[in-house]
């Protein structure tokens, strides 16, 4: 039998396989957050492919956290329906539907975040035109907490097997852990990881000890001061404090080398070895055919997760199973209507540069 074929658990999460859709935005939700109606084809299809899970786009917990146009919510109890309807659309095609609940923090463009951004500290990002944000005062950052709690809570009421805390790629929570977005003195600072913590234990109160609960974050940074493994490996010594179901390392490439430290050891494999087996790790980053998977397992995730394979290839499981080729390309002949995509990520897809291999 092929690797990760078979049964997993990660910790209370029970999967049919270890192959997990990553998170993708989609950029095509209704401007109130709901789903729009051509996401729910374009998840359906996924699990049909036969991914023991999806994780969804990432999804707002509070409306000052909108990202991207076309981004959903779960910020509010109107959205249940729209939140259940995703949740149905995964299981009903036997995968376990994840929802990974974000705030934009910094990143969000003004004008969809009602009209300010909010972060850890009022220091724009290194990108151009990146705006200043304004510094949460302490009662908004307890709201925030609660925002995040109250989202998950939506999640288990909406059906979801599991959420995922989005930690990672740049967002609210790693502004709070990233010296360089974080300047604060005061217990919010970012050497005492006190905002993670505080939210993690939030979430799990908030669903029960029986909920699957998930952390995705970013090992490193480019920026200086930024974050780098040294502090990523504190964090995680905190995560795994909690019951959580798994730890999820955000990737561009599965064997990638850190950018700072002069290691010749991927990172997937120093964080393995630092979690030492304490959480299921879920491991991520161009897992593009069957040898990638064994050559990112042998980096010691427990489980891999798979974003832009499973644009390219909607069975990609099945074909994974089956030892027949995996598509990891787009053929500009039969884009977009093989590729089951709603019209907002099917243009992101094919606009943003170097983010997609079309083939001929
Ligand atoms: C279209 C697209 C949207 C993405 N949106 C999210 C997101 O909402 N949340 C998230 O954590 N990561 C997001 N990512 C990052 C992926 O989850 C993944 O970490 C990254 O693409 C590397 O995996 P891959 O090489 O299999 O694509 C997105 C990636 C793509 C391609």
Same mark, same amino acid.
């Not at 979801?160 to 709070?176: C, K, M, P, R, S």
């Given at each position: 039998m092929k690797p990760l074929l078979d049964p997993i658990r990660l910790n209370n999460l029970e999967l049919k396989n270890g192959f997990i859709v990553a998170p993708m935005t989609t950029y095509s939700s209704l401007d109130n957050g709901c789903i729009s109606p051509d996401e729910l084809p374009y998840?359906?299809?996924?699990?049909?492919?036969?991914?023991?899970?999806?994780?969804?786009a990432a999804c707002y917990v509070h409306s000052?956290?909108?990202?991207?146009?076309?981004?959903?919510?779960?910020?509010?109890?109107n959205k249940l329906d729209s939140l259940r309807s995703v949740a149905q659309a995964i299981q009903s095609n036997g995968a376990k539907a994840?929802?990974?609940?974000?705030?934009?923090?910094?990143?969000?463009?003004?004008?969809?975040?009602?009209?300010?951004?909010?972060s850890a500290s009022a220091i724009a990002a290194e990108n151009p035109n990146a705006v200043i944000p304004r510094e949460m005062i302490d009662t908004e950052i307890e709201?925030?907490?609660?925002?995040?709690?109250? !989202?998950?809570?939506?999640?288990?009421?909406a059906g979801?097997?599991?959420?995922?805390?989005?930690?990672?790629?740049?967002?609210?929570?790693?502004?709070?852990?990233?010296p360089h977005s974080n300047r604060r003195e005061d217990k919010w600072n970012p050497n005492d990881l006190l905002f993670p913590k505080r939210l993690?234990?939030?979430?799990?109160?908030?669903?029960?000890?029986?909920?699957?609960?998930?952390y995705r974050f970013s090992p490193e940074e480019p920026e200086t001061p930024g974050i780098r493994l040294d502090r990523t490996k504190r964090l995680i010594d905190e995560l795994c404090k909690f019951k959580l179901s798994f730890l999820h390392i955000s990737l561009r490439n599965y064997d990638q080398k850190s950018i700072h430290a002069d290691s010749e050891e991927p990172i997937l494999k120093q964080i393995s070895v630092h979690i030492n087996g304490r959480l299921p790790l879920?491991?991520?980053?161009?897992?593009?055919? !069957?040898?990638?998977?064994?050559?990112?397992?042998?980096?010691?995730?427990?489980?891999?997760?798979?974003?832009?394979?499973?644009?390219?290839?909607?069975?990609?499981?099945?074909?994974?199973?089956?030892?027949?080729?995996?598509?990891?390309?787009l053929s500009?002949?039969?884009?977009?209507?093989?590729?089951?995509?709603?019209?907002?990520?099917?243009?992101?897809?094919?606009?943003?540069p170097g983010w997609f291999d079309f083939a001929e």
């Open positions: 998840l359906a299809r996924r699990a049909q492919g036969g991914f023991g899970a999806i994780m969804t000052s956290g909108k990202a991207f146009t076309g981004q959903w919510g779960c910020d509010h109890d994840i929802l990974q609940i974000h705030h934009g923090g910094r990143q969000c463009p003004p004008k969809l975040a009602g009209g300010e951004c909010i709201r925030t907490i609660e925002d995040y709690a109250q !989202a998950a809570l939506r999640a288990k009421v979801y097997d599991a959420v995922e805390i989005h930690g990672a790629n740049t967002y609210l929570i790693q502004q709070f852990v990233s993690v234990e939030a979430v799990l109160r908030a669903v029960g000890p029986d909920f699957p609960v998930g879920i491991g991520v980053g161009s897992i593009r055919s !069957a040898e990638d998977v064994s050559k990112a397992l042998q980096l010691g995730p427990t489980a891999l997760a798979i974003a832009r394979g499973a644009i390219c290839d909607v069975d990609w499981v099945k074909h994974y199973a089956a030892g027949t080729p995996i598509r990891a390309t500009k002949a039969d884009f977009p209507q093989a590729y089951v995509l709603p019209a907002g990520l099917a243009k992101r897809v094919e606009d943003v």
